[in-house]
C-alpha cells in the first residue's frame, strides 16, 4: 500500500493526558501537512513540513501542540494536557514538490477527549 | 490572507442531474492552484479536481468539472449525472505560490436522492 497511513485511527483520552499520533506519508513525497477537523467543518490547517523543516505553524497550533519530522519521513503530533476542545479528526497530507498535485490525505485519527 | 467562502450548507440533487457547488476564493497573490475534494461519510478525502490560475480553460474529470471565473473569483463545482454514490461533504481548497498551506472552506454537504 503506498497511500498516507495513520496512528491510531481512534483515540480516546482523560482530559490532562499527553497524546502522540503518527503519519507516515507517501515514501516520495517531501511536503506533510497537519490538520484539524471538527464536526461539519473543513479541514483547518495545522502545520506544514518540508522534509524535516518545519516551514509553517498556524495560529491554531498553541504551545501544547508539537510536531516533528525528524528524518523527513514519517511525522508525529503531540498534544500536552489534552482538554475536551481538543477533540476532533488530525488529518496527515502528504504531495510531491508539484505546485499543481494534490495533497493525499490519510484516514485520520479520532481524538476523544473525555 | 487567504479565503474560501462555500456558501451552501448543504444542496440535494436527483439522481441523473446535474448540480453546481459553488465557491469563491479571495486572494491577492496572481499565482494560486484551487482544488476540490470529496468526504464521503467514512471520513477520507477523495480528491477531484485541479485548476491552476493560469490555466486557460477550465478544467474536467471525468463527470466533474470545474467553472472557473478569475474575474469574479470564482471556482465552482459541476458534477454531471448524479450517482447515488456522490452523497457527500464536497470541500473546496486553495493554495497559492507564495505559501506552503492547504486551506479549506467549511464544505457544502450533498444529497443526491433517487
Not at chain 1, 517531501?30 to 498556524?58: C, D, H, I, M, V
Request: aromatic share 12%.
Amino acid at each position: 500500500d503506498t497511500g498516507v497511513s495513520q496512528d491510531p485511527r481512534h483515540k480516546i483520552t482523560k482530559r490532562g493526558q499527553n497524546v502522540t499520533f503518527r503519519c507516515d506519508p507517501i515514501s516520495e513525497h517531501n511536503r506533510l501537512y497537519w490538520y484539524r477537523q471538527t464536526l461539519g467543518q473543513g479541514p483547518e490547517f495545522l502545520t506544514y513540513f518540508q522534509n524535516e523543516a518545519q516551514l509553517e505553524k498556524s495560529r491554531l497550533l498553541s504551545d501544547r501542540f508539537s510536531a516533528e519530522r525528524p528524518k523527513g519521513s514519517f511525522s508525529t503530533l503531540e498534544i500536552q494536557r489534552t482538554e475536551q476542545g481538543d477533540s476532533a479528526m488530525y488529518l496527515c497530507a502528504s504531495r510531491s514538490d508539484r505546485f499543481d498535485t494534490e495533497a493525499f490525505f490519510g484516514q485520520g485519527t479520532r481524538l476523544t477527549v473525555v | 490572507a487567504q479565503k474560501i467562502t462555500q456558501t451552501q450548507p448543504g444542496m440535494f440533487v436527483q439522481e441523473k442531474e446535474a448540480v453546481t457547488l459553488d465557491c469563491t476564493y479571495d486572494t491577492s497573490d496572481p499565482s494560486y492552484g484551487l482544488f476540490w475534494y470529496k468526504q464521503p461519510s467514512s471520513g477520507e478525502m477523495i480528491f477531484l479536481i485541479y485548476q491552476g490560475s493560469y490555466d486557460q480553460q477550465n478544467a474536467t474529470e471525468g463527470r466533474y468539472s470545474l467553472n472557473f471565473q478569475k474575474a469574479r473569483k470564482s471556482a465552482n463545482l459541476v458534477i454531471s449525472a448524479s450517482q447515488l454514490g456522490d452523497s457527500a461533504m464536497y470541500f473546496c481548497a486553495m493554495r497559492v505560490s507564495s505559501g506552503y498551506a492547504l486551506n479549506f472552506g467549511k464544505g457544502t454537504s450533498l444529497l443526491v436522492t433517487p
